[in-house]
């Protein structure tokens, strides 16, 4: 067993703030499906549970890795009811309220309050390449459901990049407390912080975490805690700690695993690695297809090394 292990690898429990509850590590969670491709719902449950009790601070249900695109109206619903029934704290769920038109969002927002959660999750207008006055209006209409939103900036997938000055702006009109900022430009961090001092910062890519963590983020909204959780507690704690001495082994021990949140197979390589962890992973729904045998072989290497090194 590696030195980096045990040593580091303690979870404690440290309170969750429900004043920001969008702060700390907040998983997106993936979900899990049946032979069928149906939810299994008590499947989802256990693991919300799970990742709590690791040391997590909450989830986001409804995220991308979450497969929500794929998912009917009631399952979308039920996810949430669920994450916040099995959570016990609807403050530590924060769902994804994405969808093509404004008012379809807000509705999901108001749902997630229905439900009892803390905060939603947005991202801007993605059925085209909004401008930045339609960007505005689409946060402020989501915000009368009347809970925090945290911007979620994907221009990669969105191509809508919500730069730092339009994130001021928003925040200033009140539309939003935090970003999750998934660029990857983490210069970005310090512009954010000049400009809009009172916007949280929460980590955005796994594979960005160290470099966002010393700038100053206080949160991450995660993927790899879905496999390995309690070594992923132990990095942000100490990343956010400043603790170079233990957070930079982690980092470089696991970053062949984080970097997989970065690419287009994030959901298929993320449930693998839950497989291979001995955690309920599964299938994906379509279009997205299983792994081919290259990559599959290569998440498989880099989990089986963490494992193999105690960052279970």
Request: hydrophobic letters at 45%.
């Amino acid at each position: 067993m590696s030195h980096l292990t045990k040593e580091y690898i303690t979870v404690s429990h440290t309170p969750h703030d429900t004043t920001r509850p969008w702060r700390g590590i907040m998983v997106a969670t993936t979900i899990p499906l049946r032979p069928d491709h149906s939810v299994d719902y008590d499947a989802y449950a256990e693991h919300v549970r799970w990742l709590i009790e690791s040391g997590c601070d909450g989830v986001v249900p409804n995220g991308s890795l979450g497969e929500y695109q794929t998912l009917t109206a009631e399952e979308r619903a039920r996810v949430v009811e669920v994450a916040v029934e099995a959570a016990g704290d609807g403050s530590r769920v924060m769902p994804g309220v994405a969808a093509y038109g404004s008012a379809d969002s807000r509705r999901w927002a108001e749902q997630a309050a229905e439900a009892g959660a803390g905060s939603v999750l947005l991202l801007p207008p993605n059925a085209y390449r909004a401008d930045h006055a339609s960007v505005r209006a689409h946060y402020a209409e989501v915000a009368k459901a009347g809970l925090p939103i945290v911007a979620y900036n994907n221009p990669i997938d969105t191509k809508v990049d919500l730069v730092p000055s339009l994130l001021a702006e928003l925040h200033g009109e009140g539309s939003i407390v935090a970003v999750k900022e998934f660029s990857g430009d983490v210069r970005r961090a310090y512009e954010i912080a000049e400009l809009a001092p009172g916007l949280d910062l929460l980590i955005g890519a796994d594979d960005v975490l160290l470099e966002l963590a010393l700038a100053g983020a206080v949160g991450w909204i995660a993927g790899y805690p879905n496999a390995l959780p309690e070594a992923s507690v132990a990095l942000y704690k100490a990343a956010v700690a400043h603790d170079l001495e233990t957070a930079l082994p982690l980092y470089k021990s696991l970053h062949s695993l984080l970097r997989w949140d970065s690419k287009t197979e994030f959901v298929q390589a993320i449930k693998l690695s839950m497989d291979i962890a001995g955690r309920p992973g599964g299938p994906v729904r379509a279009p997205r297809q299983p792994l081919t045998p290259e990559i599959e072989a290569a998440v498989r290497a880099a989990t089986e090394k963490a494992l193999a090194e105690g960052l279970a």
